[in-house]
């Protein structure tokens, strides 16, 4: 490759991304309260999964153990740091600080816990950057408040981050607020405990959970920042690139109103204030926000320092239905298929030369710095006779999505901090529920009936990213 193309910044975080509820497992350990995911049970075999009432006896869900990375996180941090990460994204359960969320103050066994994963961090040198929620949040608030359609979540959120940027202000930096939040949108339970009543305005709820999630985003950006200067808190969507099916007017109008609907969570959270479109979409759709004088300023002090996003694959989008009826599946997306892409084995149409793309609108758009929180391949591994695990096709994936990446950075000039591939370790998929459906350079021995002996087992990918970090991504 061209020498001018190798141009990763000294300082750039290679690492990888995970989240607590779908690793740690020790639902009930050290006061840890039920959380959202943990009431979601496992839907593998093509079933959707179930977000039952509470946890019912003698269903499985697959959070309560997970990969068990409570217990074994000083194996796996090692094993991370073996690969030579710089960074490690994960995130905090809300539910082991705050186990019902409105509690006065914080679990102190819960606080612990994240003390010792940071601190076996650092000791390799490992930057944590950390989510502070991540498809994750107290039962208890959608029982007793309705969750996110409750303004007061706004301080029960604020209590939650005042006690953990207190706590861990010499250890953790980097900062997101909220996973995917767009994905509120697209599923209103899993990204915000949202359950709704008969006959209510779905859509309406929505935005005003959202609503309440930005002032809380903003006002844990304000507060970092006066616990902390040197902290960067970010925000974090879900993006969904997606190109007009024809060159047809109406498909590219069509296109481009979807992307805006979901530029809308970054716009608010990162220039400070609702973009003008979205407010003409609520007039024009009878959609009347409940707010308070004060939730401007609120925005516009709470700016996020950078934007992180996930990036798996590209979506195509038609003015009228899909011409032939094929569609494809995505993260919570969907969509029509894309003739000149390929699909990962759950329908995923795979891209990476939209990977630049979206760095470049991203960064177009809004000028600040951009994380790439996730990207990677859900696949199934079969391990060898042997036990050796051979995956040139998550290689193929993530090489090609790193060379898209240079190219944003050596060539288009945009400023990337960190690169974090999704599931470094395998474990449980969000949509599924699944362990089949893995995305790491380490094998986890479990399976999707709760079987496995959660043994580790370090991939051909392990290898092969090694060599790219060590050679800050000039070994592809
Ligand atoms: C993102 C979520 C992750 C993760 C990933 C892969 O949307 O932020 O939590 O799970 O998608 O999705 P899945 O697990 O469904 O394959």
């Given amino acids: 490759m061209n020498k001018e193309l190798n141009i990763f910044p000294e300082d750039f975080l290679w690492g990888g991304a995970v989240a607590a509820n779908q690793l740690e497992g020790a639902w009930r350990t050290g006061g840890k309260g039920v959380s959202t995911a943990d009431v979601a049970t496992a839907g593998a075999l093509g079933r959707a999964r179930e977000y039952t009432p509470g946890v019912v006896a003698g269903r499985y869900y697959p959070s309560h153990e997970a990969i068990d990375f409570y217990r074994r996180y000083k194996g796996d941090i090692a094993l991370l740091a073996e690969m030579g990460f710089k960074c490690f994204r994960l995130s905090i359960a809300w539910t082991r600080i705050f186990p019902d969320g409105d509690e006065a103050g914080p679990n102190e066994e819960g606080l612990r816990f994240y003390d010792e994963v940071f601190d076996e961090c650092l000791k390799y040198g490992i930057e944590p950057v950390v989510t502070l929620s991540h498809y994750e949040m107290p039962y208890s608030l959608v029982e007793k408040y309705g969750s996110w359609r409750d303004r007061r979540l706004i301080g029960f959120y604020e209590n939650y981050c005042r006690a ?275 995305y790491g350079f380490v094998y986890v021995d479990k399976r999707d009936d709760g079987t496995g002996t959660l043994e580790r087992t370090r991939k051909k990918s392990f290898f092969w990213y090694k060599n790219v970090i060590r050679s800050n991504g000039e070994v592809l």
Wanted: net charge neutral.
């Fill in 164 to 438: 953990v940027f207190t706590r861990y202000r010499n250890k953790v930096k980097y900062w997101l607020t909220f996973n995917e939040i767009n994905a509120i949108a697209l599923h209103p339970f899993v990204a915000a405990g949202l359950r709704f009543e008969e006959g209510e305005n779905r859509e309406r709820t929505v935005y005003q959970a959202a609503h309440h999630q930005f002032l809380a985003a903003a006002k844990a950006v304000k507060l970092g920042h006066e616990i902390d200067p040197d902290f960067r808190i970010g925000c974090m969507v879900l993006y969904p690139l997606s190109y007009p099916a024809t060159c047809d007017p109406a498909d590219v109008q069509a296109n481009a109103e979807r992307l805006n609907k979901n530029h809308f969570f970054s716009d608010v959270q990162v220039r400070g204030c609702y973009p003008d479109f979205m407010k003409r979409y609520f007039e024009r759709n009878g959609i009347a926000l409940r707010t308070s004088p004060e939730d401007d300023n609120i925005l516009r002090e709470g700016k996020a320092d950078y934007l992180g996003f996930s990036y798996y694959m590209s979506l195509v989008t038609a003015a009228g239905p899909a011409e032939g009826g094929e569609t494809a599946a995505g993260n919570m997306l969907g969509g029509m298929k894309n003739p000149y892409l390929k699909s990962s084995a759950w329908g995923w149409q795979i891209d990476p030369a939209g990977l630049r793309l979206s760095l470049n609108n991203l960064y177009d758009r809004y000028g600040v710095p951009l994380f790439v929180a996730e990207n990677g391949l859900g696949a199934v591994d079969a391990p060898e006779k042997d036990g050796a695990i051979n995956d040139d096709y998550r290689i193929d994936y993530l090489r090609a999505h790193i060379k898209e990446m240079k190219k944003a950075i050596a060539l288009d000039g945009v400023r990337v901090l960190g690169y974090t591939p999704w599931g470094c370790l395998d474990l449980v998929s969000v949509s599924t529920g699944e362990m089949k459906k893995r």
